[in-house]
């Protein structure tokens, strides 16, 4: 491949990477896909792509030596691989930071340390099992690293169950489940000291996968402006480039715990792609890429809803309604509970 213009290296081909991919291609930005799966939809839309490890060095010389900086669809590429492309050219956001948030340990530890409220939470490493109180259950028990959509995660109703249970040879936390009123995430962009935000998203979970979105979430406007400082906050005490997620949980008394960092773009701002002025996946094309994010602006109400598994062949057939952008993400391998597309309305 001969470089001559400008490339942004993404790791990660799916839903994500490819619409990060279309975003770029908006801005004129030619972009290069590092994926380790055949079954990526972004390999379609990019310039380029490697299909390999991520622990293939020959291979990342070869990317690296192509691109002019690196970003990343999902924060779940190994830590070893991006410091590596770190040494050799600017990897977006930085992988520092990732070290912290694949962590769940380190990621609620850090917030805790910057005054910012979670759910209870201890390591399992540390802990006398036995003296957990029985008010602390029900509880989750969750893998420190590599767990999503529900994945590395054991719920326990009561204490005996607990201690009951046989751990595998893995590091976990245990977090005491709250009885929410709601679920919202804030979607913001940074690059160097400014940042923009879009307003919360109202979210709806099933088995932990997200299954639908809506924007204007039904929360009032100053918890809406809470959530988005609790976002500025942890941007800016990362130093964070590029566009990330916060999710929060909304107490029965309207007070906001922090769930989950991602930082990346996020299955809950799929929306502002159809709802507002700029996406989520522009923004942090913008971020990383140095040039002047837009402000969001929210032009329409909105529905995101998830689709998993086989749902995906009736809206193949289906007719889409007016108002209605039907996303099928190309992938050719259904599973159950795996993302294959998504439907947003707008109002």
């Known amino acids: 491949m001969n470089k001559k213009t400008f490339t942004l290296g993404i790791f990660g081909g799916g839903q994500l990477g490819k619409f990060l991919v279309q975003s770029a291609k908006k801005l ?25 490890s991520y622990e293939n060095k020959k291979k990342l010389d070869f990317f690296i030596k192509n691109i002019d900086l690196a970003t990343f669809e999902f924060e779940n590429i190994p830590f070893k691989t991006l410091d590596y492309v770190e040494k050799k050219i600017n990897v977006s956001p930085k992988p520092t930071i990732i070290k912290i948030l694949q962590d769940r340990l380190k990621e609620k530890t850090f917030l805790n340390s910057i005054g910012i409220k979670t759910t209870e ?34 719920f326990f109703k009561n204490k005996n169950d607990f201690l009951k ?30 940042s923009v935000s879009f307003d919360a998203f109202e979210n709806l979970h099933k088995h932990q996968i997200l299954q639908k979105s809506h924007v204007p979430a039904n929360i009032s406007p100053k918890l809406n402006i809470q959530a988005k400082e609790i976002a500025k906050k942890i941007a800016d005490k990362l130093n964070y480039t590029g566009t990330m997620c916060v999710e929060f949980f909304v107490t029965k008394k309207n007070e906001l715990l922090v769930n989950e960092i991602a930082p990346r773009v996020h299955n809950s701002g799929h929306l502002t792609m159809n709802a507002h002025n700029v996406s989520q996946f522009e923004n942090h094309i913008r971020a990383v890429c140095n040039l002047k994010l837009k402000k969001p602006k ?15 062949k009736k809206y193949r057939s289906k007719e889409i309604a007016m108002k209605e952008f039907f996303y099928d993400y190309g992938k050719k391998e259904i599973k159950n509970k795996r993302k294959m597309g998504h439907l947003t309305k707008i109002f």
């Open 28 to 52: 004129n930005i030619r972009t290069f896909v590092f994926t380790d799966s055949v079954d990526s939809p972004a390999i379609y839309y990019c310039d380029d792509f490697i299909i390999s």
């Open 121 to 154: 939470f201890y390591y399992l490493k540390k802990v006398d099992k036995k003296k957990l109180s029985n008010n602390f259950f029900p509880a989750l028990v969750k893998t420190i690293r590599l767990g999503y959509d529900g994945k590395g995660q054991v």
């Open 165 to 194: 249970y046989s751990f595998k040879n893995k590091e976990y936390i245990i977090e005491k489940l709250i009885n929410f009123k709601k679920e919202i995430s804030v979607v913001i962009s940074r690059y160097k000291e400014k």
């Open 298 to 312: 929210r032009i329409h109400k909105a529905i995101m809803y998830n689709i998993l598994g086989n749902d995906i």
